[in-house]
């Protein structure tokens, strides 16, 4: 399938890179194509970025049948700009697509609709240290229609945002509440897809964290509420007694790509890691059991995030004394110095783009 490209006749004038957000600036072009039984997915094309003429029937409004991912292109120091480990976001897209009725996406079709995106776009590639162009891939049911079933046409649609230096006062540890009553997922549930509802399900606990005055909030298990599955919209380690942890894939976590990564990095430098269940009492004993306790959450956009304090109930915890430890600050690196280009890539995970 080629794909048909329409130039804006108007750019748009770029934002200073030292100045940028998260998620309002967007770029002059998309990507779009899309999905009817008789022709599956066809008309594939870049145009100028502009909103959609929707019925209020269209079955995504209603239903929520949607997925979507997010990724980021990073400029490397020789200007040239790279994309991360993009096959795995293309790959879980299509997991979370089963999971939703979804048809699924040929994985190299959209890498390659991605990387002629990005050759539009390169120049809002930012460059100041830490900003990244975030990557926004996602499908909508589109029928007009409001009865309850799966859609028959959809839209895939790609949109690209300038973002800033995730931490630009320096990278400091979050605190996080542990949410004893609400829960994200449950198991046959659809937590391991990247579905809107997952998000809407979350905001309620995420407010309530808010008010008491932590940032994220740890997920529970939805069953038992004893074991930890996730914290906001993260994946979660522990580093306990010189071995790390994170929680096995159960079904209501959903599989990271950050997290993989940690996972083999550790393998390569010989680091234990464990995937496993762990309760939340265990994570309480761990921080007073072991002075080199660590948590961290791991997400395509903070990439590691340093937890300081654990809010559980009546219990409050400090984590290694609300300092980001040597562990988190390590894996920190590594992946951004993998990411930006700034060390060997000893696993091949970046992917060249223009
Ligand atoms: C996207 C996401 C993550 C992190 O996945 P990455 O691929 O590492 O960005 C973790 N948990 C939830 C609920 C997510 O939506």
Same mark, same amino acid.
């Given at each position: ?20 957000? +998260?998620?309002? &600036?967007?770029?002059?072009?998309? +990507? ?13 094309? !870049? ?10 029937? /269209? ?24 994309? +991360? ?18 048809? #699924? ?12 995106? %990005? ?15 975030? &990557? ?81 909030? %740890? ?9 930890? #599955? ?6 979660? +380690? ?11 894939? /159960? ?19 010989? !680091? ?5 269940? &762990?309760? !939340? ?16 959450? /791991?997400? /395509? ?13 009546? &219990? ?6 609300? #300092? ?11 992946l951004t110095d993998i990411q930006y280009g700034r060390a060997e890539d000893p696993m091949s995970w970046v992917e060249p783009v223009v």
């Open positions: 399938m080629d794909i048909k490209i329409t130039k804006a006749t108007q750019l748009k004038t770029k934002p200073d890179d030292t100045k940028l957000g +998260f998620g309002t &600036i967007f770029t002059d072009h998309m +990507f779009n194509m899309d999905y009817n039984p008789d022709e599956g997915w066809h008309n594939p094309r !870049i145009e100028p970025f502009g909103p959609f003429t929707l019925s209020p029937a /269209t079955m995504v409004l209603h239903y929520g049948q949607a997925v979507f991912e997010g990724l980021k292109a990073y400029r490397n120091a020789s200007g040239n700009i790279q994309l +991360f480990r993009p096959e795995r976001n293309f790959s879980r897209s299509n997991k979370s697509c089963r999971l939703m009725c979804i048809p #699924e996406v040929d994985e190299d079709f959209a890498l390659k609709a991605l990387k002629e995106l %990005l050759t539009v776009e390169k120049d809002w590639v930012p460059s100041a240290p830490g900003t990244s162009l975030y &990557i926004r891939p996602t499908i909508i049911s589109t029928d007009a229609f409001l009865g309850v079933r799966a859609s028959h046409t959809y839209r895939f649609f790609i949109i690209l945002s300038p973002v800033g230096a995730y931490y630009p006062e320096g990278f400091k540890p979050v605190k996080i509440w542990v949410s004893a009553h609400h829960v994200r997922a449950v198991p046959g549930g659809v937590g391991e897809a990247k579905t809107p509802g997952n998000y809407a399900a979350s905001l309620y606990a995420a407010e309530k964290a808010h008010q008491h005055g932590y940032t994220q909030v %740890l997920w529970l298990d939805g069953v038992e509420r004893r074991y930890v #599955e996730e914290v906001g919209a993260m994946n979660i +380690f522990f580093f306990i007694k010189g071995e790390l942890v994170t929680p096995e894939l /159960t079904g209501s976590i959903l599989p990271g790509v950050t997290r993989d990564s940690v996972i083999e990095l550790a393998g390569h430098w010989n !680091i234990p890691c464990a995937e496993r269940k &762990i309760t !939340i009492t265990e994570v309480i004993e761990a921080q007073k059991e072991d002075p080199q306790f660590e948590v961290f959450g /791991t997400g /395509t956009a903070a990439v590691i995030s340093p937890v300081g304090h654990i809010k559980y109930g009546d &219990i409050e915890v400090t984590v290694n004394n609300n #300092e980001v430890g040597p562990m988190t600050q390590k894996f920190y690196d590594a």
